[in-house]
């Protein structure tokens, strides 16, 4: 297994396996049966939404503030993560996928770390995961990040943990 940046090439292929993710029943099964539908709707095939996305992460991979980290294995991408420095002192992990068909394999786990990595001594790291997500949560209390509280909004009607570290 690779962890690289992230290029503009790679770009369709995270599409593919954030929509593949966000459709697998383990993560559909987070969202509460009232929501799903609309949840699954904005995961339907949809041309406009890929190149949008693609716009938008060609962006971050331009921007210095962002890091887009891909995990590739035999020239197939099969996790990406991103996070977003937004003062001197405070990081924001956006996101952590890796491909249904992966899943279990220390993937999720060398894509985190590489994102630790980049961060520095007296530095903040948050994010915000859906709070009965339990695989992620052991993960990121496994890497020494703690509970902070519940996020102001929901996603999909789920209640989203708020988890944040001091990087010492
Ligand atoms: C969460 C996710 C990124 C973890 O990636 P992964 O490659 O499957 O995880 P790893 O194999 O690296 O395992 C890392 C740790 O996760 C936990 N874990 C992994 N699979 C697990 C499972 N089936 N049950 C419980 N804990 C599990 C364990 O703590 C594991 O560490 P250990 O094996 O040393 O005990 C991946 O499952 C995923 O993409 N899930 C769907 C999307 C998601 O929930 N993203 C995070 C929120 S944005």
Do not use: C
Request: glycine fraction near 8%; hydrophobic fraction near 40%.
């Amino acid at each position: 297994m690779i962890i690289r940046p992230a290029t503009n090439s790679d770009l369709k292929s995270i599409f593919q396996l954030s929509r593949k993710v966000h459709l697998s029943p383990s993560y559909t099964e987070l969202i509460p049966k009232a929501y799903r539908l609309e949840y699954e709707a904005k995961f339907a095939i949809n041309p406009a939404a890929e190149a949008e996305y693609v716009t938008l992460m060609e962006k971050r991979i331009r921007d210095d503030t962002w890091q887009v980290v891909v995990a590739e294995i035999d020239a197939r991408i099969v996790g990406y993560a991103q996070s977003q420095r937004l003062s001197p002192t405070k990081v924001r992990l956006k996101g952590l996928f890796v491909d249904y068909d992966f899943q279990g394999r220390g993937i999720g786990g060398a894509l985190f770390a590489e994102q630790i990595r980049f961060t520095r001594p007296g530095d903040i790291v948050e994010f915000e995961v859906i709070a009965n997500n339990q695989t992620a949560i052991g993960l990121y209390r496994k890497h020494g990040f703690s509970d902070d509280g519940y996020g102001e909004s929901d996603y999909y009607g789920a209640r989203m943990l708020k988890m944040k570290k001091a990087i010492s």
